[in-house]
């Protein structure tokens, strides 16, 4: 193809992808971090939609746990509420501890060690898939109940465009996907509130009643089951309903997303978050209880209690198909938690090196891609799998958000007891994270023991297996390391001898241009490969770096400040090194998100300034290539020499060997 098609073509996939996907973010933008972030009632609608929008499913299966005992459904909804509250008490204290966010996954590896730590990340990132499959199957489970039964073989492909146009929204940005999607979060809120509130008022007679019949029904129960019957009986339907809470834990998890000051705006987001949700899930149980709602096929129960309810108003259907088309698309924002918090700790398990080191690189809309990417087609993958069955995905999800709750609470337990000297309100901190613990433990062990055949297994298994790769890929990782360490011993401290070199570059001598990452022993062989494979060659060296952007140091100004201070000083290592060696030596940096393409920017411009220019650069070789290598190892090398040969510029690749 001749050059002027070939980048024609590339300039319309750039149009496109910029139409789609939103055109790159300014790094150097001294507002980008507080333009980014979300206030309190953005970062409710982004993150509390997961917690909130779990009344859709949560009390309706809670409710049907019960059978014929429905009226233990009023000490269900005093239950629930209660739990609520206590579990975001415990994450709000969470907060004030790990600031910069992370929750389960930091809290774990932090406060119980690495093998917490991944344990409890493999089960958050099992748990995000299910959030974002759970919530839009969900989702399609309230928007057909409103559409005949011949048309709901149509779930599972409607559910997987959803999650397609949930992709593209999140590689376009956080803040934007969240403005969009406000709207619907607020007509849920107003909908129901309508709702619950008239269905309450409207049914005062019905309440005395209710109480006397939790009385007689107890009394009935007491004399037939007895009361280890029912206090099982309630455990499990208190447990079943365990996704009710399911998503409390997105805030803790998100809070880089959020805008000064973090710590505030999480706990102010956090207490928003508890308050509607525990108010929806308990109204919505006695609400049951009031208007005597009752299963029906091709129906979820909110939206028979909206029929109920809204049937003798005028344009009753309306409102009532509104009111649940509201909560359908509610649970479309809460998938919008999956893709933010999922990546997220997807990068910090990267930045540990529990995950191939590419999850935390972001995109020029700084955003994790790969992250999302693959958070979407799990979750894809996962909805035919259970051809969007909400009932096996729920067991599934619950399963998971408990694990890494009861290890979040166990965590911050430990904790409070060391700090037992120093805190002088300890043991009411420990009180709480106890009652959490509790709580979350008996939850997770009903759940399992009651559902294992039913999807318990499922979820269990693919869990194992994420904790199993991770292993492997940090066993793969420390091998690497090992070999780079011995190069690190070997030749920082290179020995030179003779005069220093102190002379300035001449632009038409000819010049090796490095590409190096850091000051280390892989870079120092890189330059003795140079001069012992090209001897008397080049009179003059340029190190480039690029100061790259990723999840770990995108945290504020002065983090990208930091690195940028860091990566100059290694490249004015590079540089004295040279001149020790008896060469002309300079260096050339810029930040970018993207290693290739702030390299190849740089290696243009030196090639236009010294037009005798040679590009160098290392690749790690290993004796037996696998197929998982260029997976956990970066191709830049040969991205840059493919893309700086086509411009005519000579790119040479030096191996470096490595056992592993």
């Known amino acids: 193809m001749p050059q002027h098609d070939q980048q024609k073509s590339s300039g319309i996939h750039q149009k496109i992808s910029r139409a789609i996907f939103g055109a790159p973010k300014q790094l150097k ?301 509610l649970l479309l924002v809460a998938a919008q938690a999956g893709f933010v918090d999922g990546p997220r700790v997807m990068a910090n398990m990267a930045i540990d090196s529990w995950f191939p080191h590419r999850f935390a690189a972001l995109s020029v809309r700084l955003t994790m891609r790969n992250g999302i990417l693959l958070m979407g087609v799990a979750a894809i993958a996962l909805l035919f799998y259970t051809n969007g069955s909400v009932a096996a995905l729920v067991v599934m999800y619950s399963i998971n958000v408990f694990i890494t709750f009861s290890l979040s609470q166990l965590g911050m337990s430990k904790f409070f007891i060391s700090r037992r000297k120093e805190d002088p309100q300890w043991l009411r901190h420990l009180a709480v994270h106890l009652v959490g613990l509790v709580l979350c433990v008996t939850i997770l062990i009903i759940t399992t023991f009651e559902k294992f055949t039913e999807g318990g297994w499922m979820t269990l298994l693919i869990t194992a297996v994420v904790i199993g790769l991770c292993y492997l890929i940090k066993g793969h990782y420390r091998k690497v390391r090992l070999g780079m360490a011995d190069l690190d011993a070997t030749l920082l401290d290179f020995p030179t001898h003779g005069p220093v070199n102190t002379s300035p570059l001449e632009k038409n001598d000819p010049t090796a241009i490095q590409l190096v990452s850091g000051y280390s022993g892989f870079g120092v062989h890189t330059l003795l490969s140079i001069l012992t494979t090209f001897p008397k060659t080049y009179k003059n060296i340029i190190f480039v770096s690029v100061a790259q952007i990723d999840s770990g140091s995108f945290k504020g100004a002065e983090e990208i400040e930091a690195l940028e201070n860091a990566v100059r000083a290694g490249l004015e290592k590079y540089v004295e090194l040279a001149r020790r060696l008896g060469f002309a030596a300079d260096y050339r940096m810029e930040t970018a998100t993207d290693v290739v393409e702030g390299a190849i920017d740089l290696c243009h411009n030196l090639a236009e300034e010294y037009p005798r220019a040679t590009v160098f650069t290392g690749q790690l070789t290993f004796r037996l290539e696998k197929f998982y290598h260029r997976m956990l190892h970066n191709e830049t090398a040969f991205a840059i020499q493919r893309r700086l040969q086509w411009s005519g510029i000579t790119t040479v690749i030096l191996p470096i060997r490595v056992r592993a």
Not at 102 to 125: D, K
């Open 29 to 329: 933008d001294t507002g980008i971090f507080h333009t980014m972030a979300l206030i309190p009632i953005l970062a409710w609608v982004g993150l509390g939609a997961d917690g909130l929008s779990s009344s859709a499913y949560g009390p309706e299966e809670a409710f049907r746990a019960l059978g014929q005992h429905t009226y233990l459904a009023l000490l269900l909804a005093v239950m629930m509420a209660l739990t609520v509250f206590i579990i975001s008490y415990a994450y709000s204290r969470i907060i004030e501890h790990f600031p910069h966010g992370g929750g389960g996954y930091i809290v774990a590896t932090h406060l119980l060690g690495e093998g917490a730590g991944v344990v409890s990340g493999s089960a958050l990132l099992v748990d995000y898939v299910m959030t974002i499959t759970i919530s839009i199957a969900s989702c399609c489970d309230a928007l057909f109940s409103y559409v005949p039964q011949s048309y709901h073989q149509y779930k599972v492909p409607v559910a997987c465009v959803l999650t397609v146009v949930l992709i593209i929204l999140n590689i376009r940005g956080v803040k934007e996907s969240v403005t969009v999607l406000a709207p619907i979060f607020m007509v849920f809120v107003i909908t129901h509130i309508i709702m619950l509130v008239y269905g309450i008022a409207t049914h005062t007679a019905q309440c005395g009643p209710m109480v006397c019949n939790l009385g007689t029904g107890l009394h009935h129960d007491l004399s037939t089951i007895g009361l280890l019957g029912i206090v099982l009986l309630f455990l499990r339907a208190y447990s079943l309903g365990g996704g009710t809470y399911t998503g409390i834990e997105a805030v803790s998890n998100g809070l880089q997303i959020m805008r000064e000051p973090r710590v505030q705006t999480g706990k102010r987001t956090m207490v928003y978050m508890a308050t509607s949700l525990a108010f929806t899930a308990g109204a919505l149980l006695v609400c049951y209880l009031l208007v005597g709602v009752a299963p029906a096929e091709g129906k979820t129960l909110n939206a028979i209690l909206a029929d109920a309810l809204f049937s003798h108003w005028p344009m009753g259907k309306t409102i009532a198909f509104i009111t649940i088309f509201s909560e359908g698309a």
